[in-house]
């Protein structure tokens, strides 16, 4: 009997050739891989007929733990190879790891991860000596364009050098224990017929060690815990997804380029990486000449001979693309002398060359292959793409919006909505979606299978994922989720965390989104169909009562108007306008507090101004002067901080003041320049709580006041930004003061 043990690098073209040949070479009775032991039995399912790339995806989900993990495969995947050769000479195929929810694999997002994180100290110093930039670079050099003579020894010594060094942790140890016992079951059961074994190199050290002694009996899979939910399917994946440039965490980066690499060699994967890099660019109109193509080509054949490669290697191809097609210095490092994203800012020949290298695969399930229910549920009633303009006010546009909703939740691509019902408005009674095509929409779907059974019930096990440790905010849109969705149950649970939470809050700004959603369900019960409603009436009582103690106790100078705290004060006022009497909130301690903020000079301008709105508008007057109040304020350096919170709670009552425009036009009109300018982007934002029509109505009554003749238009559009005619007139006054200082202009 021969046991061959094949240690691979994940998605690697040169370690898949071995494969293939060493499992046509020896025939064996049994091919063992690493991969998911309970995925044995759905063996036939895997090897349908794919168009690859796709992978296994595993859902986990108990009242602890929430995990959800891939096996990719594409086409120069050992293990894909190992599989498909060990098919077509008659061997018995078996996955020999852990299933993907097992807890020696719960910080595993993705099985074939590679190991070289554990072991960086060695490839480390493997790159200084062969002066490459990182182990991509070195795994190239030493294996995918070296010539195949050797490889199995070399890999072998390449991964005994780095496991030689490593500390194995508890987990990689249980792994590696029950892999090695279907290694030995398998031998005993194969008798002198030879088995073959293809597992990430990291563990082949340990397999050949473990393998020599212990039970020979076929290990049983393990079995989920009975309260979980467990559910693998194949998913159609795509390069994309699989590229190290784009976030993937295994294997080789670039599959575009290695597909070329497996299909057509080292020379036509270097020829078809430049053909693909010239198009992409030219499809974007920048001008890629057949002298620089020349050029990039020169560069990187003479790069290969100096690196000692018989052909360009992908880096060798890159610097030269990059040193032909990029004219400017390049201040950063290039993205392929090291792993991980691509940094944002990079050059946009250098983006395309990453694209280009990463290539647009997309894979493609049969038609036969099994999927989880929550994917024919959804797709038997989503319909096709277009708008989609919905009546909350009749049934069946409430259901399909709460089918959308779900969707929403789960994070299903191509699911958008445009316009409805929010936070702030929650009686919105029409709402707006857009459903566009999505090449991710199944992958995502068959993921979300892993929570539920129907869109309902998975919708509700992703929002109650996000409760445990959620602050207020979160809460907060926990709770307008739950109602959009139409899960009443889970709506309930959120208002109970919420209650607790209203009364230790510390934030004024996250109460007051708290109170916002809660008192939309309080008064669109009807919309919402929000259960304990009795709950929710204590959520708006306590929120509002905690604002207002929250709101008296902030102190601060002049500062940026905060926006939130601002909305907060405006909650409030919708509290005790909406549900002041049913809900028995004083009313008159409000607005003593409201007084009291608003004369109280140690309280930021903002607050302030939205107290004295507070008040303006709960009474439909001022408690004191407002003309008086106005002038006291207008400060340049606070003036428009203190008008944002004035108007954000009583905008209607400034408007129709009689007098009030009139004074806020002479107020800005005796403003120095300086003065003007610095008070500008609070000004701006103050009167930008005023809606369009609203805005024209202010803008008429200036252009009666001033120029009779103009028109209210020509006020309201520029034909520059304001901040650029803004910073025209301070250019202007330090011109002019220039001039002055050199008695080139008169005082």
């Not at 990430?200 to 340990?206: E, K, L």
């Not at 020169?298 to 693309?321: C, E, K, N, Q, S």
């Not at 806020?664 to 809606?691: K, N, S, W, Y």
């Amino acid at each position: 009997m021969a046991v061959t043990f094949l240690g691979v690098r994940h998605h690697s073209p040169a370690c898949a050739r071995l494969v293939a040949d060493t499992i046509h070479s020896v025939r064996p009775a049994y091919v063992l891989v690493e991969g998911p032991a309970d995925m044995n039995h759905r063996m036939d399912e895997l090897l349908l007929g794919h168009e690859l790339p796709i992978a296994v995806y595993t859902g986990y989900r108990d009242a602890h733990r929430r995990h959800g993990s891939w096996t990719p495969l594409c086409d120069y995947s050992p293990e894909w190879v190992a599989l498909t050769a060990g098919r077509a000479v008659g061997a018995e195929l078996r996955f020999i790891d852990l299933p993907a929810w097992h807890p020696a694999l719960a910080e595993v997002r993705n099985r074939y991860a590679d190991a070289e994180a554990r072991y960086s100290e060695v490839t480390g110093r493997l790159c200084r000596t062969f002066s490459v930039d990182n182990v991509d670079a070195l795994w190239d050099h030493l294996f995918e364009i070296e010539p195949a003579d050797g490889l199995a020894e070399r890999l072998a010594a390449y991964f005994d050098l780095v496991r030689g060094d490593t500390r194995t942790d508890s987990d990689d140890m249980a792994r590696e224990a029950y892999m090695a016992q279907w290694v030995r079951a398998a031998v005993a059961d194969a008798g002198d017929r030879p088995v073959v074994v293809v597992t990430g190199g990291f563990h082949r050290p340990a397999l050949m060690r473990l393998a020599k002694q212990g039970d020979r009996t076929w290990p049983e899979v393990p079995r989920p815990p009975a309260d979980a939910v467990v559910g693998s399917y194949l998913v159609p994946y795509s390069f994309r997804r699989m590229d190290a440039f784009d976030g993937y965490q295994s294997g080789m980066p670039s599959p575009g380029y290695y597909q070329h690499l497996w299909e057509s060699g080292p020379a036509e994967a270097a020829r078809r990486l430049t053909e693909t890099v010239t198009a992409r660019l030219r499809a974007r109109r920048r001008p890629v000449s057949t002298a620089d193509l020349i050029a990039a080509r020169a560069t990187a054949d003479g790069l290969a001979l100096m690196r000692g490669h018989p052909h360009p290697a992908r880096v060798d191809v890159l610097d030269g693309l990059a040193g032909a097609l990029v004219g400017e210095a390049i201040e950063a490092p290039l993205p392929w002398a090291a792993r991980g994203p691509l940094q944002a800012g990079s050059h946009p020949v250098i983006v395309e060359m990453i694209a280009a290298l990463s290539g647009d695969r997309v894979g493609r399930l049969h038609d036969s292959t099994p999927l989880p229910p929550l994917v024919h549920a959804v797709l038997a009633v989503l319909g096709g793409p277009g708008e989609e303009l919905l009546d909350l006010g009749e049934e069946p546009g409430r259901e399909r919006s709460r089918l959308l909703h779900r969707l929403r939740v789960l994070r299903i691509p191509g699911v958008e909505r445009i316009s409805g019902p929010r936070l702030a408005d929650g009686a919105e009674l029409v709402e707006r979606w857009t459903l566009t095509e999505s090449g991710d929409r199944l992958p995502a779907l068959i993921e979300a299978g892993g929570y539920g059974a129907d869109p309902q019930e998975a919708a509700a096990a992703a929002l109650a994922e996000r409760i445990p440790g959620a602050n207020l905010d979160q809460l907060a849109d926990l709770l307008f989720d739950a109602a959009l969705c139409g899960i009443g149950e889970l709506a309930g649970q959120v208002l109970d965390d919420m209650a607790r939470a209203v009364g230790a809050a510390a934030d004024l700004g996250s109460l007051g989104r708290t109170l916002t959603v809660a008192l939309a369900m309080w008064r669109h019960d009807d919309l919402f169909r929000t259960s304990g409603s009795t709950t929710v009436a204590t959520v708006v009582r306590a929120a509002t009562r905690r604002a207002l103690w929250l709101a008296e106790g902030v102190r601060g100078g002049p500062a940026p108007a905060d926006l939130q705290r601002v909305n907060a004060v405006a909650a409030v006022r919708d509290a005790l306008r909406h549900a002041g009497p049913s809900l028995e909130l004083d009313t008159d301690a409000a607005l003593g507090v409201a007084d009291r903020i608003a004369a109280c000079r140690d309280a930021p301008p903002d607050l302030r101004g939205a107290s004295l709105g507070l008040g303006w508008s709960l009474r439909g007057r001022a408690a004191a002067d407002p003309a008086r109040a106005v002038r006291g304020a207008f400060v340049p350096a606070s003036a428009g901080d203190w008008l944002a919170g004035l108007f954000a709670l009583a905008r209607e009552e400034v408007l129709h003041t009689d007098g009030m425009l009139e004074l806020l036009d002479d107020l800005v009109a005796e403003m120095t320049d300086h003065d003007f300018l610095v008070a500008l982007p609070a000004l701006r934002q103050a009167f930008g709580f005023f809606p369009p029509r609203e805005r024209h109505l202010i803008a008429t009554r200036l252009v009666e006041r001033r120029a009779g003749d103009a028109s209210a238009w020509d006020l309201m559009r520029l034909d520059a930004a304001p901040e650029l005619v803004a910073a025209g007139r301070a250019l202007d006054e330090r011109v002019e003061a220039a001039l002055r200082r050199e008695g080139l202009i008169a005082s």
